[in-house]
């Protein structure tokens, strides 16, 4: 029989590519999102992963459909961006619901089925943004800092199930969730303009990053494969990126984070 997978957030950008490439190979795939995406291949749910209701019966209805859930992508996500003095509280938490929790609701439902089978894979889209912390998208960053602790931790948790587990780190990427940034300006004034101009240099570095079709193809290609690598970085680049994070002292790393996201 061939492989079922999930994927979260498959309506547009990296999540559709991925549920493209993965429907490419023979993988049977159910997308999970608010708003489903015409995609030959591809079965649409409409799930919210903030409802941990609808992500129980999403995921119960693919496994009474196909007997087996082989692959879940956790992919669901978006940004926002502000000084953390003008953001309100629950702007934060609505973020860490949708990047953090919503992944976590996720995987709660499919492991009960994989954990039976013996055996299944688990990829949670994380981002360079989790191993270097950005100045104005804090909440952001936490939130794939947080995704990056889940999977690293959940992987030794699940391994003797036959169940693997792993994050992959996009960097820069040609996407609608630019545009779709939830921006807070408030106290850019009294921030000497640093909010905007930090928040003008990610956008566009992500207008000219790698298209979501490579990116996709890289996440398929991870979720398809039995590697045991709890981490993974797309673009020779951001590898280096993630790289110096390790060899720099953290003094050092902030600073050079702060001249090009803070200046």
């Known amino acids: 029989m061939g492989k079922v997978a999930v994927v979260t957030g498959a309506s547009s950008g990296i999540g559709l590519e991925c549920a493209r490439e993965l429907a490419a190979r023979g ?6 999102s608010r708003r489903g995406a015409d995609l030959p291949g591809v079965k649409h749910i409409s799930c919210d992963v903030t409802d941990e209701d609808a992500v129980n019966a999403a995921v119960k209805a ?12 956790s992919n669901a996500g978006y940004g926002i961006s502000g000084a953390v003095e003008f ?16 992944c976590i609701r996720t995987v709660h439902a499919v492991l009960p089925y994989m954990r039976a089978a013996g055996c299944g894979r688990i990829v949670c889209t994380s981002s ?12 952001y960053s936490v939130s794939k800092a947080a995704v990056n602790s889940f999977v690293m931790a959940l992987a030794n948790e699940v391994r003797p199930y036959g169940i693997t587990v792993c994050g992959v780190m996009p960097g820069d990427i040609r996407t609608g969730f630019t545009d779709s940034r939830n921006k807070n300006t408030a106290g850019d004034s009294e921030y000497g303009g640093r909010i905007s101009r930090s928040v003008s240099t990610m956008e566009k570095d992500e207008r000219g990053g790698m298209p979501a079709s490579k990116a996709g193809r890289f996440i398929a290609s991870v979720a398809t494969k039995n590697g045991h690598k709890p981490l993974y970085t797309i673009g020779f680049g951001y590898k280096c990126a993630v790289l110096l994070t390790k060899l ?16």
Request: without cysteine; hydrophobic residues 50%.
């Open 27 to 32: 993988v049977s795939v159910y997308d999970f």
């Open 62 to 73: 693919v496994f009474d459909r196909e007997g087996r859930i082989d692959i879940l992508v």
């Open 87 to 102: 953001t309100d509280v629950a702007d934060a938490e609505k973020q860490l619901n949708v990047n953090l929790f919503g």
């Open 248 to 263: 720099l002292p953290a003094r050092a790393l902030n600073r050079l984070i702060g001249a090009i996201y803070s200046k």
């Open 128 to 139: 360079v943004a989790a191993v270097v912390p950005i100045p104005f998208q804090t909440y």
